[in-house]
């Protein structure tokens, strides 16, 4: 072997061997430090909820006037956050749309707050990103509300029986 060859060997020695003198060894968490075991989430955390009062939401211009049309912009409230501790009876919502993909379900959910009247929810169930809208206590006012929703341009919107924040007068809906 020529000298010109031996050199790369004895610069990659030293690196080898401190790479193969972690192997097998079991990394051991740092104090203080949760084991994924250890760790809950909390499924029903909806981060468009969270008090940021600076949230605007513009809605696009589609009018194909190149926007010429006058664009409005709404401010979204705080979330009361006593108002969600309420009961939670059986009930109904109306389901708009149930998809994988979180970024097409929150921009459904920003849409769908311009457009309707009423407590919007987006809930991660069975892999799926769900965006419901109300909390109704009995079938009969699901259907009048899903009407509403079926003319605001959500035809495929359905009833589906879940858990509801019951509200202090009784009756659902916001």
Same mark, same amino acid.
């Given at each position: ?25 079991? &990394?051991? #968490? ?16 909806? +981060? ?25 912009? !709404? !401010?979204? #409230?705080?979330?009361? /956050? ?7 009876? /059986? ?17 459904? $959910? /920003?849409? &769908?707050?311009? $457009? ?26 699901? /259907? ?5 929703? !079926? ?8 009833? !589906? +029986? ?5 509200? &202090? ?6």
């Amino acid at each position: 072997m020529k000298i010109h060859t031996r050199w790369p060997v004895f610069l990659l020695l030293p690196l080898v061997s401190c790479s193969l003198s972690k192997i097998g060894g079991k &990394a051991e #968490p740092k104090t203080g430090e949760k084991t994924p075991e250890a760790v809950v989430y909390q499924e029903d955390f909806d +981060p468009l909820t969270l008090n940021d009062d600076d949230i605007k939401i513009a809605p696009v211009d589609r009018s194909g006037t190149g926007g010429a049309a006058q664009q409005r912009t !709404v !401010v979204v #409230p705080k979330t009361d /956050k006593a108002q969600n501790q309420g009961e939670m009876v /059986k009930g109904y919502r109306i389901q708009l749309m149930s998809t994988s993909n979180m970024d097409q379900a929150t921009e459904i $959910k /920003k849409n &769908a707050m311009v $457009k309707l009247q009423g407590k919007i929810y987006l809930a991660f169930e069975s892999a799926q990103y769900k965006i419901r809208v109300g909390d109704f206590l009995t079938r009969d006012e699901a /259907k009048t509300a899903l009407a509403e929703v !079926v003319k605001n341009g959500y035809l495929d919107a359905w009833i !589906v +029986p879940c858990q509801v924040y019951k509200t &202090a007068g009784g009756e659902g809906g916001e």
